[in-house]
């Protein structure tokens, strides 16, 4: 299954409402789960099951989506948001990535 | 709390083997799937192999299979991945991860991971 992540980059001003869309080349109702991966370091887990808040992940990630369309919005975007946001599915072998939209700050 | 840590790797030569090592710990390590993701420099992220909470069950990315070999001891809370006949598109850094629940496929904690580097 191919996840196809748009736009390939963002920049936002801090405060503003961010959204990102990944596409999956087949449906795979919701097993979509969004990644945080900052500069240097190891990705974090965001939102799983398309609309999931991962405990401890800030309550300003949102997740939407099913089928074949999913989108991630951060709201109130902070400077810590910095980063590339990769989605996954979880359907079936393999469990593929899509290509990362990076955010930055205006 | 989850920590897991990576090590093993290093610069090998083309067609060489190498071994890398996950040790877990802050959960029942024998309860959980565990995967390999990697990621080439600049690049996104590639799942490359999974094995059950038993050892039962592994499965592959058509990209290593056949060279690349996934496993555990839950008696040493670690996990490994046998790397042979290794290739310069191998180069990347290593993470291992752990499955939410095992069957759920999705990567809640992560090890800071091990760079491998494939010489020509």
């Known amino acids: 299954i191919q996840m196809t992540q748009s736009p390939a980059s963002v920049s936002a001003s801090v405060g503003d409402r961010v959204t990102l869309t990944c596409r999956a080349s087949q449906r795979i109702t919701r097993s979509l789960n969004w990644y945080q991966q900052k500069p240097g370091k190891a990705p974090k887990f965001l939102i799983y099951?398309?609309?999931s808040l991962q405990s401890g992940a800030p309550l300003r990630f949102s997740g939407s989506g099913a089928g074949t369309e999913f989108t991630l919005t951060i709201t109130n975007l902070q400077p810590e948001d910095v980063g590339i946001y990769y989605c996954q599915q979880s359907y079936n072998s393999p469990w593929t990535f899509g290509q990362g939209t990076k955010v930055e700050i205006k | 709390q989850v920590e897991l840590v990576e090590s093993g790797g290093g610069v090998v030569q083309s067609g060489k083997s190498l071994r890398l090592s996950c040790g877990a710990s802050?959960?029942?390590?024998?309860?959980?799937?565990m995967h390999w993701i990697r990621q080439a420099p600049g690049k996104g992220l590639e799942w490359v192999a999974v094995?059950?909470?038993?050892?039962?069950?592994?499965y592959y990315s058509d990209s290593v299979k056949g060279r690349l070999t996934i496993s555990r001891d839950n008696s040493k809370n670690s996990l490994f991945l046998q790397m042979s006949s290794l290739r310069a598109e191998d180069t990347a850094v290593y993470y291992c991860a752990k499955d939410v629940d095992s069957g759920t496929y999705s990567f809640d904690h992560w090890g800071q991971g091990t760079l491998v580097t494939v010489a020509s």
């Open positions: 094995i059950s909470f038993d050892g039962k069950y592994k």
């Open positions: 802050g959960f029942t390590f024998s309860n959980y799937g």
């Open positions: 099951g398309a609309t």
